[in-house]
C-alpha cells in the first residue's frame, strides 16, 4: 500500500490517508501510525493535516465539523529519507497538529 501510495503522489496524484489506520470509537486521536510519514519521506512531499470531529446526534442528524490545518512542508518534517529517529519525530509533529485542531472544535 505505500508504494503504490508512493507512486501515486511521484505521478502528481494527491493521496488522503487517516493516519491512525482507523476511525476512532470516542472521538480521542488514538496513536498514529507511520505510514504517511514514510510517504512524505519517499516522496518528499509535505503533509496536509485534517481532523473530522462529530458531534453528538440531534433528532435524525448529527453534526460533521471538518477542519485543515496549516500545511507541513517537507522541510518542517525534517525527513532525509527513511531514518527512523526522523520519522518518530515527524509522526509527533503530526500528532501535535491534529491533537491542536481537535481542541479547538466544539461541536
Same mark, same amino acid.
Given at each position: 500500500a505505500i508504494e503504490k501510495a508512493v507512486n501515486y503522489v511521484k505521478n502528481g496524484k494527491v493521496v488522503a490517508i487517516f493516519p491512525e489506520g482507523h476511525r476512532s470509537k470516542d472521538g480521542n486521536l488514538q496513536k498514529l501510525k507511520s505510514g504517511a510519514v514514510v510517504i512524505a519521506? $519517499? /516522496? *518528499? *512531499? *509535505? !503533509?496536509q493535516p485534517c481532523v473530522i470531529k462529530k458531534g453528538e446526534k440531534r433528532f !435524525? &442528524? /448529527?453534526? +460533521? +465539523? #471538518? &477542519?485543515? *490545518?496549516?500545511? #507541513? /512542508?517537507? $522541510?518542517q518534517l525534517g525527513l532525509t529519507g527513511r531514518v527512523p529517529a526522523q520519522i518518530r519525530s515527524a509522526n509527533k509533529l503530526l500528532t501535535a497538529s491534529l491533537e491542536g485542531m481537535l481542541e479547538d472544535i466544539h461541536v
Open positions: 519521506a $519517499e /516522496t *518528499g *512531499g *509535505g !503533509l !435524525l &442528524r /448529527t453534526p +460533521v +465539523v #471538518i &477542519r485543515y *490545518g496549516k500545511f #507541513i /512542508t517537507h $522541510e
